[in-house]
């Protein structure tokens, strides 16, 4: 009986829930259309198309003006929201539809579950935890009472079939397996709120770290993640030495929620892959981990057995590190300088005396020359704040990333947050795609291989 009076009880709300609704909108600044729905455990479904400039929102357990929004945004990766971006909670820097083409759009409450698919593929998993952070611009963020809204603000944006039915109490999102962030102690959500982008750009899909364990990271810390492939040869772990296994990588990930870049891995992946399947990547980084040595030897200054100085000071040899740094960041056109300064082990303990202000002017000059950004290394914990203090006074700009060799050593970028209060980071220093110059330089091969 229990069984039929709650198949009942369903219907009725799926029912009730349609009738009379609205389900089309043509949404234009300051255009509002109202969609009633249950005030928990609902689907909403519709079709939706916007162009490259236009803006919309979705607000859900809503009076009208506040609520939780959902972002309507296509356009290219410039630090704006995108589509099926949660604002405020979850944001999301890439759109995964494409502009000017019609996608399924689909947003689910079940219980303390936020769920949001564009096309099926499913961007934000948030549970609201039981006690939610909230600056005071989004206290009417909760769950619990208000119907649908879809406004506009910027160009058109249109929506069709639109649908609402409501879920059976007690339902689970089947993707909502980690426990909710605790976001009286949580940095992400402040950030979030700040509208201050959280990216990692580095973050490789290798030693355990498989794609979808990564989703999944991504969706319930709030962190955009950046997976990038090593192209060319001689890094730790898997390596894509071929076009075609570039090109297999984007295919794998693109319909993700993750930004896609890649990594020129070694000293001879400008040799070896074509610039135009590294133009098919959103961005591109190189660091100076791996150098030409004296003798001509490629070497790791990662792995110490490979660091040979040939009877120079450890000071001859971080003049050396700096010119190679200085040659790599000139004839190698990437967007951004990963792993920025590090040092072979038995130099790390000097790292400070090492980076004189003139080796770092070295290194910057070319940055700023070159419009390229510096990462803050989340996992080495460099460059020193005193680096990246005087990167941001010549206007410098920067990402965030983690260099994960697997699972285990991927965190939740805390040094980047520490950089941000130390080094007085805003919204404004930091790199996006949209500002990449790369395509306008040549690829130099300056050790001759
Ligand atoms: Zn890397």
């Not at 579950?113 to 096309?119: A, D, F, R, T």
């Not at 004839?331 to 300088?337: G, I, L, R, V």
């Not at 002017?361 to 005193?386: C, G, Q, T, W």
Request: hydrophobic share 35%; aromatic share 10%; charged share 25%.
């Amino acid at each position: 009986m229990k069984h039929i009076h709650l198949f009942f009880a369903v219907m009725v709300a799926a029912i009730a829930a349609s009738c009379g609704n609205p389900t089309t909108a043509d949404l234009k600044p300051g255009s509002t259309v109202k969609v009633k729905c249950p005030s928990e455990n609902f689907k909403l479904t519709c079709q939706v198309m916007t162009d490259n400039t236009s803006a919309a929102d979705l607000l859900f357990a809503s009076d009208g003006t506040s609520g939780y929004e959902v972002r309507f945004h296509g356009g290219a990766i410039d630090g704006t929201t995108k589509t099926g971006s949660l604002t405020g909670i979850r944001n999301r820097y890439r759109s995964i539809v494409p502009d000017n083409e019609w996608f399924n759009f689909e947003l689910a409450v079940r219980g303390k579950n936020i769920s949001v698919k564009l096309n099926d593929i499913e961007i934000v998993c948030y549970t609201e935890p039981e006690k939610p952070f909230r600056i005071d611009e989004y206290s009417g963020m909760l769950l619990g009472k208000g119907e649908c809204y879809f406004k506009g603000s910027i160009g058109l944006t249109k929506v069709k079939d639109i649908k609402i039915s409501a879920l059976p109490e007690g339902e689970k999102n089947p993707s909502d397996t980690l426990p909710p962030v605790d976001e009286q102690s949580d940095k992400v959500i402040r950030l979030q709120q700040q509208g201050f982008p959280v990216i990692d750009y580095h973050v490789h899909l290798k030693g355990g770290l498989t794609k979808e364990i990564a989703w999944g990271r991504s969706l319930n810390y709030g962190i955009n993640y950046g997976v990038s492939p090593n192209a060319g040869e001689g890094g730790d772990g898997r390596m894509y030495a071929t076009d075609k296994e570039l090109y297999e990588y984007i295919d794998d990930v693109k319909l993700s929620p993750f930004l896609y870049g890649v990594q020129g891995e070694g000293r001879k992946w400008i040799t070896t892959v074509k610039p135009e399947t590294l133009s098919a990547f959103e961005y591109l980084f190189t660091d100076a981990m791996t150098i030409v040595d004296k003798k001509g030897k490629i070497t790791r200054l990662y792995h110490p057995e490979e660091v040979n100085l040939y009877g120079m000071t450890q000071e001859q040899y971080m003049d050396y590190i700096v010119d190679q740094t200085v040659k790599i960041l000139t004839n190698e056109p990437a967007d951004f300088y990963a792993n920025p300064t590090y040092l072979p082990d038995a130099m790390q303990k000097d790292y400070e005396k090492l980076w004189t202000s003139g080796r770092v002017d070295k290194v910057l000059d070319v940055l700023e020359k070159y419009h390229m950004a510096l990462e803050i290394n989340a996992r080495y914990r460099i460059p020193s704040f005193d680096i990246i203090k005087r990167a941001k006074a010549r206007g410098i700009k920067f990402t965030f990333g983690t260099n994960n060799m697997g699972a285990d050593n991927l965190g939740r970028l805390e040094y980047c947050f520490e950089a941000i209060d130390s080094c007085g980071l805003t919204p404004d220093d930091i790199w996006f795609p949209s500002m990449s110059i790369r395509s306008t330089r040549k690829a130099v091969n300056y050790n001759n291989f």
